[in-house]
């Protein structure tokens, strides 16, 4: 297997990748920045009596945070639709109708601006759905080819504000929407900068309704964004991008990535119990989000790795959910197997999720980082002992997890620190099958 990243392969003209470049989303973070939502969307360029959607799903409607947006933005003088259809890891078809839901509406030109609020995937149908309606077209069209047209997108939108309401998927920045295949059990990102949103406002008010569950689940995603992003390896030993559109989104770590990354582990893992064990601790939930912020930024300027690579065609069988899944894959993939690539790198991340290493070896100490980041989610209480836990799973489904790994998750694994073939796999899968009794 080639990962086509190495600058020591022989056979190449090569040079290794000196630069690295951040697009990033305006972003306002902070208790009641909720209330600077009109003033973001009139900074973005959208006026008053202009009228917009809220694309979000019925929970959120339910527990009122939706009024609550829809609130400001009257008083802001704009006129607002709500569309709540979001589905839980939504499938294309779900874009689609909340695409065929603003043509019928606001027809073909679409709203004037775009609120998503909610979880990961209502900020992936929002961002799906205004990109797509100025585009024209429906979501397979720009979904990469075999699955879709593999159209680029060329046009970004009206204005779209994102609301997270949910401290982990790193959304809210990120230019890619990941959607279901129904028909083949799969998932599709469509990646592009056309598809980041202009602003992300992050208001830890709008997460203290999240049950101990998702806040567990999301906090874990959150924490593999941060962890895989300080161990990926270094943007500069990528090959040198022939010209600057074709330098890939997912890098390899900088400077920037691992100052993010270690503010956002110690943001995480110290607050995540407090967040989990008492919803309302608004300072906890802050700095969740700041730290899932912050995760976001340095997992999605570096990559995502193995872990994440091996959580996709587990989502895709078993329809877990994409944190839970993170969190029974971390012990055995970033902080088991990764960990020969650079010990001295996990000693630091041990340290940084709360190990004591002194006294150990620099392998010892490494692996401390595994131990203790599973005691971490077993003070949690919500999640499951690991994969075996998680899934109904045997042999045959683990190699065809493995399989499905090295066959379609070649964009993240290339970003791994140490390579691996299908028989890694198998055995990473293996070892995440129970993390604690
Ligand atoms: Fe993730």
Same mark, same amino acid.
Not at 290 to 316: E, K, R
Not at 409 to 416: A, S, V, W, Y
């Given at each position: ?27 306002? $973070? ?44 009257? #008083? ?7 569309? @709540? ?15 065929? $839901? ?11 601006? !775009? ?40 046009? /970004?939108? #009206? ?136 995760? #976001? ?14 959580? !996709? ?34 000693? /630091? ?20 980082? /595994? ?7 077993? @003070? ?21 997890? #493995? ?27 293996? @070892?995440?099958? $129970?993390?604690?009794?």
């Amino acid at each position: 297997m080639s990962y086509d990243r190495s600058v020591s392969a022989p056979e190449r003209e090569l040079s290794p990748e000196t630069v690295w470049h951040i697009q990033m989303p305006e972003i306002r $973070f902070g208790r009641d920045s909720i209330e600077e939502l009109g003033y973001q969307l009139r900074d973005s360029g959208v006026d008053r009596g202009a009228e917009g959607l809220i694309v979000t799903d019925e929970t959120l409607v339910e527990i009122g945070h939706v009024s609550r947006v829809s609130d400001e933005l009257e #008083a802001a003088g704009l006129a607002v639709d709500v569309w @709540d259809g979001t589905e839980r890891e939504p499938s294309i078809a779900n874009v689609d109708a909340c695409i065929e $839901f603003v043509r019928d509406r606001a027809g073909d030109d679409g709203y004037e601006f !775009y609120i998503g609020l909610g979880g990961g995937s209502c900020m992936d149908v929002a961002k799906g759905t205004r990109t797509i309606v100025a585009n024209g077209g429906e979501v397979l069209d720009y979904v990469a080819e075999p699955t879709g047209e593999g159209k680029p997108l060329t046009e /970004r939108g #009206a204005p779209l504000v994102l609301l997270p309401t949910t401290a982990g998927t790193g959304s809210e920045i990120s230019p890619v929407g990941i959607y279901s295949v129904e028909e083949k059990n799969i998932k599709e990102g469509i990646s592009s900068n056309h598809i980041r949103a202009d602003a992300a406002i992050l208001d830890p008010t709008l997460t203290t309704t999240l049950p101990p569950e998702i806040t567990a689940k999301t906090a874990m995603d959150a924490l593999g964004h941060a962890i895989e992003g300080y161990t990926t390896h270094p943007h500069t030993s990528l090959l040198r991008a022939s010209n600057p559109a074709s330098r890939p989104v997912y890098a390899g770590r900088t400077a920037l990535t691992e100052m993010f990354s270690e503010k956002a582990i110690e943001l995480l893992s110290g607050n995540v119990r407090r967040a989990v064990h008492n919803g309302d601790d608004l300072e906890a939930r802050g700095n969740m989000l700041q730290g899932a912020l912050f995760g #976001a930024i340095a997992g999605l300027t570096a990559g995502a790795s193995l872990c994440h690579a091996m959580a !996709y065609p587990v989502g895709n069988r078993y329809h877990t959910y994409h944190g839970e899944t993170i969190a029974v894959l971390t012990p055995a993939s970033t902080l088991g197997y990764n960990v020969a690539s650079e010990p001295e790198r996990f000693v /630091r991340v041990a340290e940084m999720l709360g190990a004591d290493t002194s006294g150990h070896s620099t392998r010892e100490a490494a692996d401390l980082a /595994r131990e203790e980041y599973v005691r971490l989610q077993r @003070d949690l209480n919500v999640l499951p002992s690991g994969l075996a836990e998680l899934v109904d799973i045997d042999e045959e489904a683990i190699d065809w997890l #493995a399989q499905q790994t090295v066959d379609t998750q070649q964009r993240l694994l290339r970003c791994n620190p140490r390579p691996v073939t299908k028989a890694d796999v198998v055995g990473i899968f293996e @070892d995440a099958l $129970f993390n604690w009794e």
